[in-house]
C-alpha cells in the first residue's frame, strides 16, 4: 500500500514536471483560451484591396506562449504548411546554425575566418565575431529596390556574384579596420556560411543544417536554398513554415536547450543578445540594434528603446518585406509574422503592442 | 554668354561620361536585374513555396515589365527575359530550393 502510495506520487511529480514546460513535439499545441484578438486581427490583417500592394499585408501570425500557441492566422495562399521566404530571418538561424558548431568546438569566436575560408586572403584580420557583428569592415551598399545599380546586395545574388556569394564578398576591398564599425551587410553573412562550410567535412557539408539543427527540433519544412558554389545563401535563402521557424525561436528562449538536450552551449544565446558597441552608438532612432547576428529592443544611449511598447529584453530575426521571428524572455512569448510588406506600413512596435496588449487583459 | 553655356555643357557631357565610365560594370550587369530577379524569385515562389503562377506573377512584378517569364512545370525551371536579357532558373533538389543558372 505504502509503495502504490510511492508510485502515485512519483507519477503526479513527473505529470508536474512535464506541465510546466511544453515542447512542439511531435506537435504544437494549442493553448485553451478565450481571448480578444480582434485588434492585432485589425492591425495585421486589414481589408486589403484586392489590386494593389498598399499597407500591412501579413501572410502567417502565430504568437506562442510557454510553448503553447495562442493565436494562429494565414492569409491565402500562404498555409500553416507553407515553407514561407524567410529572407534576412536567415541570417539568425544561421548563426543559430553556427551556435551547434560552436558547441562542437568547431571554432573560436575570435579565429580569423580566412582559416575557414581561404578565399579570404586579402582580408586576414576579419574574425567570426567580426562577421557575427555585421563590422567585417568591407566595402558595402545594402540596399534591395530602391538604388539597384550600385547595391551590393542585389549584385551579389542576382548578377556579378551569384556563382560565389562568399567569393564575391571576399574581393570587396576593405572600408574600415574589422570590428571597429557596424555596417549591415548580407556578404558578411554569406561568408559566415562559407567559413561553416568550411569547418566540415566534405561530405558533411551538404546536410549539415539538416542534421545538427533542423532535425533535432523536428523541422520538416526547411529548405535552403545554395549559390552556384554550393554554399548556403545564409543571408536570404532560407524557406520555413511559421510553426518551423517558431521552433528556432523555442530553442532560444530555452537558452539553447531543446527538451533535455542542450543544442547550443550556455553562453551562445547571451552572445547573441549582447549589444555590439559600435552598432549601439551608431543606431538611428526606432532602428534595433545589433547583437551577435540577432536585433535587439536596446536603446542607444540616451534613447527610447526603438520598439518602446516592447520590453527591453525582446529580440529579433529580421527579414526584408516583413519577415520577423521575435522572442520576448520575459513574458516566455514567441511570435512569427510572415508578411509581404511592400511599402513601410508595418511597425514592429504596433504590432508587438497588440500582442502584449492582449496577454495584460488576460494576467488581469 | 554663349561660351559661358558651352562651358557648362562640356562640363556636363564630361562629368556624365566620367560617371559612366566610373559605373561602367554596375551599368553592364544592370539590365541583368530584372530577368534573373523574375526567374529566381519566381520559381522559389512555385516551386518551394508552392503558390500557383497567377500569385507567382504578380509576386515578382517590379516597376518595369518583362517581356516574357514562362515556366517548365515539368522540369520546375523558370525562364524570364527583360531588358533585352534573358536569365533561367530552375529546382536543384529537394530541400535545396532554387537557383540561377550561370
Same mark, same amino acid.
Given at each position: ?86 529572407? %534576412?530571418?536567415?541570417? %539568425? ?7 551547434? *558548431? ?82 549591415? %551587410? ?179 | ?52 503562377? *497567377? ?21 520546375? %525551371? ?25
Amino acid at each position: 500500500m505504502r509503495r502504490l502510495w510511492q508510485g502515485v506520487g512519483l507519477m503526479l511529480l513527473c505529470a508536474c514536471a512535464a506541465a510546466q514546460e511544453v515542447w512542439p513535439v511531435p506537435d504544437w499545441q494549442r493553448a485553451d483560451n478565450a481571448l480578444n484578438w480582434q485588434a492585432l486581427d485589425d492591425y495585421a490583417f486589414p481589408t486589403l484591396a484586392a489590386s494593389g500592394r498598399a499597407g500591412v499585408r501579413s501572410d502567417a501570425l502565430l504568437v506562442i506562449r510557454d510553448g503553447r500557441i495562442l493565436y494562429e492566422r494565414y492569409r491565402a495562399p500562404t498555409r500553416a504548411t507553407t515553407p514561407h521566404l524567410t529572407w %534576412s530571418v536567415s541570417k %539568425s538561424v544561421l548563426a543559430t546554425l553556427l551556435g551547434v *558548431a560552436y558547441g562542437q568546438q568547431r571554432f573560436q569566436l575570435a579565429d580569423p575566418a580566412l582559416r575557414y575560408y581561404p578565399a579570404l586572403h586579402q582580408h586576414p584580420d576579419v574574425r567570426l565575431i567580426d562577421l557575427l557583428h555585421w563590422a567585417s569592415g568591407l566595402d558595402w551598399q545594402e540596399d534591395y529596390e530602391y538604388a539597384p545599380l550600385n547595391s551590393s546586395v542585389v549584385a551579389m545574388l542576382y548578377t556579378r556574384g551569384r556563382q560565389d556569394m562568399a567569393g564575391y564578398t571576399a574581393a570587396r576591398p576593405a572600408a574600415v579596420a574589422p570590428g571597429t564599425r557596424f555596417l549591415y %551587410s548580407s556578404g558578411d553573412s554569406n561568408l559566415l556560411a562559407a567559413a561553416l562550410r568550411g569547418m566540415l567535412a566534405d561530405q558533411d557539408a551538404g546536410d549539415y543544417a539538416r542534421r545538427a539543427l533542423f532535425d533535432p527540433l523536428g523541422i520538416r519544412s526547411a529548405v535552403w536554398e545554395r549559390d552556384g558554389a554550393g554554399t548556403l545563401v545564409g543571408s536570404s535563402y532560407l524557406y520555413l513554415s511559421a510553426r518551423d521557424l517558431a521552433r528556432i525561436g523555442l530553442l532560444l528562449l530555452r537558452d539553447g536547450r531543446w527538451q533535455d538536450q542542450q543544442l547550443l552551449p550556455k553562453g551562445w544565446v547571451s552572445f547573441n543578445r549582447t549589444p555590439f558597441a559600435p552598432a549601439q552608438a551608431a543606431a538611428a532612432p526606432g532602428e534595433p540594434i545589433a547583437g551577435g547576428h540577432w536585433w535587439l529592443n536596446q536603446p542607444a544611449a540616451g534613447r527610447a528603446r526603438p520598439w518602446p511598447d516592447a520590453p527591453a529584453d525582446t529580440y529579433a530575426a529580421l527579414g526584408h518585406w516583413g519577415q520577423a521571428l521575435y522572442v520576448v524572455p520575459s513574458e516566455r512569448l514567441l511570435i512569427v509574422r510572415y508578411g509581404d510588406d511592400r511599402d513601410t506600413s508595418y511597425s514592429h512596435n504596433a504590432l508587438l503592442a497588440r500582442v502584449l496588449a492582449v496577454l495584460a487583459e488576460e494576467a488581469r | 554668354m554663349k561660351r559661358w553655356l558651352r562651358f557648362a555643357a562640356l562640363l556636363l557631357v564630361g562629368g556624365a561620361g566620367l560617371w559612366v565610365w566610373s559605373a561602367r560594370q554596375a551599368l553592364h550587369d544592370f539590365p541583368d536585374i530584372l530577368p534573373a530577379y523574375s526567374a529566381k524569385e519566381y520559381c522559389s515562389c512555385r516551386f518551394v513555396m508552392g503558390f500557383d503562377a *497567377a500569385y507567382c506573377r504578380r509576386y515578382v512584378e517590379q516597376y518595369l515589365p518583362l517581356a516574357s517569364l514562362e515556366e517548365d512545370t515539368a522540369r520546375q %525551371s523558370v525562364s524570364a527575359q527583360g531588358l533585352g536579357r534573358r536569365q533561367q532558373a530552375a529546382v536543384q533538389g529537394a530541400g535545396e530550393g532554387c537557383r540561377l543558372l550561370p
